[in-house]
């Protein structure tokens, strides 16, 4: 199998940790790392160890003039997104945008359009739809093992603090356009992507804990006609938060921490059927009570066999590889990353937060 040539615009915690950490891994036998672009000095001197035979520059502009580049990874600034991926565009370049794939819904859709202009390919770096938890989801969903969904609780919560450039809305950080790709994209799975989903409520504050002016509270409720209700937080002040998904059905809850999972449910028909009472309820002494029982119920726990950051990262390329070199679809396209987008920037607008920086 041949492989294809990246290049790769970024090298921090997702340049080197995520992408990266998968070329350089045994699960990659689809890319080889050819050029490594970034600013700073030190950054681009051990990439030269860490990808043996690349070459690195300080400007990606260098990568204009290479012939041999089948993809480019933009995992620079979120801020940057959207300008550097449109000259790689206009440059006939492959591109491979880290979340968010840009600002507005506006530059998402010229992104989009220029691709198809220029006849290359553009998709967002999504890789929590290749996540072994997310693929259970929606299996538990459609094998109505807990009954008809009727609410999803996402929560990417913690009681800590930051104070990056994720935390400036000048460089389009803060947690709905940071953390927010993730569990929004999950919501968008859940709802199965129905065309009348929307964001039905949202609430965006910077609780001054961390530093910066970004939205270090989100929450977002997100939903269509007949379908469960999505409600996620992304918060950085819940010292209590023990789940990362949970979903209510009508006969049952799943919940996970991303690698652990854990289901409980009754089954139809095992249990003695109940009639309403329209009167008092007592006990066998004839005391007041209240309804008791012992249900049957079933239980089950697992551990996933790896999370978004590893299997997701890996299944992401393998389905790149096929798009560029067969033309197949992928399961995550630029279409969902731009709605992704659309409720970001809706629930911004909904709650503006004055800028410090
Ligand atoms: N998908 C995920 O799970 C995930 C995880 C982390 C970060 N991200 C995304 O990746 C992007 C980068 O975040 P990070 O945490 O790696 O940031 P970082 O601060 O750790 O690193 C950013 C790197 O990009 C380089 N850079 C910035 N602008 C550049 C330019 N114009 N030319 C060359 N190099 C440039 C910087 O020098 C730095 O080394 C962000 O958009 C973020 O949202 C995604």
Redesign the pocket.
């Given at each position: 199998m041949k492989k294809l040539n990246v290049a790769i615009?970024?090298?921090?915690?997702?340049?080197?940790?995520?992408h990266g950490a998968y070329f350089v891994s045994k699960r990659n036998v689809y890319f080889n790392v050819k050029y490594v672009?970034?600013?700073?000095d030190y950054?681009r001197k051990i990439s030269l160890k860490r990808y043996p035979g690349c070459e690195v520059f300080?400007?990606?502009r260098e990568l204009f003039k290479k012939k041999d580049i089948d993809v480019v990874i933009n995992?620079?600034?979120?801020d940057?997104?959207y300008a550097?991926s449109k000259e790689l565009i206009m440059h006939g370049l492959n591109v491979v945008v880290?979340?968010?794939l840009a600002k507005s819904t506006k530059e998402c859709q010229e992104l989009i359009d220029l691709a198809k202009k220029k006849k290359v390919f553009i998709n967002a770096?999504?890789?929590?739809f290749y996540a072994p938890y997310y693929d259970d989801v929606i299996r538990i969903m459609k094998h109505d093992k807990i009954g008809k969904i009727l609410e999803v609780s996402i929560r990417y919560n913690s009681l800590s603090r930051r104070w990056?450039?994720?935390t400036l809305q000048k460089r389009?950080g803060g947690n709905a356009?940071?953390t927010g790709?993730?569990p929004i994209g999950i919501a968008l799975g859940v709802l199965d992507f129905d065309p009348k989903l929307k964001l039905v409520y949202s609430k965006m504050v910077h609780t001054l804990m961390s530093a910066g002016d970004y939205d270090d509270y989100c929450k977002l409720i997100i939903s269509a006609p007949n379908r469960p209700v999505v409600d996620i937080e992304i918060n950085n002040t819940d010292a209590f938060n023990n789940y990362n998904l949970r979903m209510i059905g009508t006969r049952g809850t799943y919940q996970t921490n991303i690698m652990n999972y854990d289901i409980k449910y009754i089954n139809p028909n095992e249990n003695v059927k109940r009639v309403p009472i329209g009167t008092f309820i007592e006990d066998k002494d004839k005391n007041p009570c209240f309804c008791s029982e012992k249900l049957i119920t079933h239980e089950e726990h697992g551990t996933y066999n790896g999370n978004?950051?590893d299997v997701g990262t890996a299944l992401f390329y393998k389905d790149l590889y096929l798009a560029l070199t067969k033309k197949q679809k992928m399961r995550v396209t630029p279409e969902i990353a731009m709605k992704v987008i659309q409720i970001i920037e809706q629930a911004h607008k909904d709650n503006p937060i004055k800028r410090r920086f």
């Amino acid at each position: 199998m041949k492989k294809l040539n990246v290049a790769i615009i970024g090298q921090g915690r997702s340049g080197k940790d995520i992408h990266g950490a998968y070329f350089v891994s045994k699960r990659n036998v689809y890319f080889n790392v050819k050029y490594v672009v970034d600013l700073d000095d030190y950054r681009r001197k051990i990439s030269l160890k860490r990808y043996p035979g690349c070459e690195v520059f300080k400007d990606y502009r260098e990568l204009f003039k290479k012939k041999d580049i089948d993809v480019v990874i933009n995992a620079s600034y979120s801020d940057l997104h959207y300008a550097i991926s449109k000259e790689l565009i206009m440059h006939g370049l492959n591109v491979v945008v880290e979340k968010p794939l840009a600002k507005s819904t506006k530059e998402c859709q010229e992104l989009i359009d220029l691709a198809k202009k220029k006849k290359v390919f553009i998709n967002a770096f999504q890789q929590t739809f290749y996540a072994p938890y997310y693929d259970d989801v929606i299996r538990i969903m459609k094998h109505d093992k807990i009954g008809k969904i009727l609410e999803v609780s996402i929560r990417y919560n913690s009681l800590s603090r930051r104070w990056d450039w994720q935390t400036l809305q000048k460089r389009v950080g803060g947690n709905a356009y940071n953390t927010g790709p993730h569990p929004i994209g999950i919501a968008l799975g859940v709802l199965d992507f129905d065309p009348k989903l929307k964001l039905v409520y949202s609430k965006m504050v910077h609780t001054l804990m961390s530093a910066g002016d970004y939205d270090d509270y989100c929450k977002l409720i997100i939903s269509a006609p007949n379908r469960p209700v999505v409600d996620i937080e992304i918060n950085n002040t819940d010292a209590f938060n023990n789940y990362n998904l949970r979903m209510i059905g009508t006969r049952g809850t799943y919940q996970t921490n991303i690698m652990n999972y854990d289901i409980k449910y009754i089954n139809p028909n095992e249990n003695v059927k109940r009639v309403p009472i329209g009167t008092f309820i007592e006990d066998k002494d004839k005391n007041p009570c209240f309804c008791s029982e012992k249900l049957i119920t079933h239980e089950e726990h697992g551990t996933y066999n790896g999370n978004a950051i590893d299997v997701g990262t890996a299944l992401f390329y393998k389905d790149l590889y096929l798009a560029l070199t067969k033309k197949q679809k992928m399961r995550v396209t630029p279409e969902i990353a731009m709605k992704v987008i659309q409720i970001i920037e809706q629930a911004h607008k909904d709650n503006p937060i004055k800028r410090r920086f």
